[in-house]
Structures are given as C-alpha cells and as structure tokens.
C-alpha cells in the first residue's frame, strides 16, 4: 500500500461496469483496488476482477459473513467503514489485511490495541482533512492509514506528505458519469494523472 500510495474505491450499478472501470484503471497504472459490497453482485465484479494483475480486496464489509464471502470470492484484503471486531478476528484468522474505519482517537486507539494495524481514517474530508490527519499524528506517531471520503485529486500529494499510508478515491476516480455512460477511456486518463500527482510527494 505504501508503494502503490493509491487504492481505487469502485462502485458500480451493476457488476460488468464495475469489472470494466476495474479493468480501465488497471490499464492506467492502478494496483490496489477496493470493490463496494454495496455494488450489486459485487462478487461477481471480484470474481472476474481476481483474475487481473492486480491486488483486489472488498469494501463495505459489514459482517463476518460478507467478509468469509469476499475472501472465497478472491478478495485478497478487507475494508470497512466502521471497527468491526468480528472482521478483525477474521483476518487474523485467515491471514489477511484488513481495514477498520476509524475516525477518533478513541476509535484508532481501540483498533490498535485489538492488533489492526493500517487503519482506514474515514471520512476525513469533511472531519478537517490533512490538518485533522496532521493532528493525529502528534500523538499517534507511527500511524498507518488509508485516508478516505470527500478526497479531491489535488490533496492527494499533501495527504501522502503529511504522513498518509495510502489514500483512497471513489467517485473522483470513478466518475458516476463515467460509471453511467461507460466511459472507461475518461478513467484510465484519470488514473494516470492521480499516480503522477501521487509521485510528487516523493
């Protein structure tokens, strides 16, 4: 996560558009991508998507039971919008990543003391964006986090600077008038200009 700097957030009306936005940004340079449970037969979209060279996990995971489902499916890592400590012994379990989301310091502090260890801050853009990440980092030094919701392309670069693992995009990575009119070739250009601006924060 730390070199690929950005995980594309898709979701998608149906599973054939999420699978050919998937495939659009992977053309464009993207390797991580999340696939939302809430697309309809999102593991469908996985299942095809799986087979790509590219590291596929699910988003929106709510249960153990979505979360055993995406991994039979092929995800290779899990993420959701709360702390979900039945999807944390899951993934110790079986071995895999996953991302609680989180948003105080209470709420960061109970994950790691649980043993998650990249945390998804969410939503940050409407909770004080990189300043609020800034503050965090006083007295969470060596926090490692997935900075998601309300993110504009242009933040991308100070987000990674400030000290963010990865940053996540949906929509403005995935227009919904992209998604809507399947305009995959506006994707993949989006894709390799948000890499490029994630690079200048080397």
């Not at 989180?102 to 945390?119: C, D, K, N, W």
């Not at 409407?126 to 309300?150: E, I, N, R």
Request: net charge neutral; proline share 5%; no cysteine.
């Amino acid at each position: 996560m730390r070199e690929a700097k950005v995980v594309g957030i898709l979701r998608a009306s149906r599973p054939e558009a999420a699978v050919a936005a998937g495939q659009a940004a992977i053309r464009g340079g993207l390797r991580l991508l999340e696939v939302a449970y809430t697309t309809p037969d999102a593991l469908e979209a996985v299942r095809e998507l799986s087979r790509l060279t590219v590291v596929l996990g699910v988003g929106t995971v709510l249960s153990r039971a979505q979360g055993e489902a995406a991994l039979e499916a092929g995800a290779s890592f899990l993420i959701s919008p709360h702390l979900g400590e039945d999807l944390l012994a899951l993934s110790l379990e079986a071995g895999v990543p996953y991302l609680p989301g989180v948003l105080t310091p209470t709420e960061i502090q109970r994950a790691l003391s649980l043993g998650a260890q990249v945390l998804k801050l969410f939503p940050i853009g409407s909770s004080g964006g990189v300043a609020y990440l800034k503050d965090l980092l006083g007295p969470f030094p060596g926090l490692q986090v997935m900075v998601t919701g309300g993110v504009d392309l242009a933040q991308v670069p100070q987000y990674l600077q400030v000290g963010a693992l990865a940053v996540g995009l949906g929509s403005n990575l995935f227009p919904k008038e992209a998604m809507q009119t399947g305009d995959w070739s506006s994707i993949e250009a989006a894709t390799r200009v948000v890499l490029a601006m994630a690079r200048m924060a080397v």
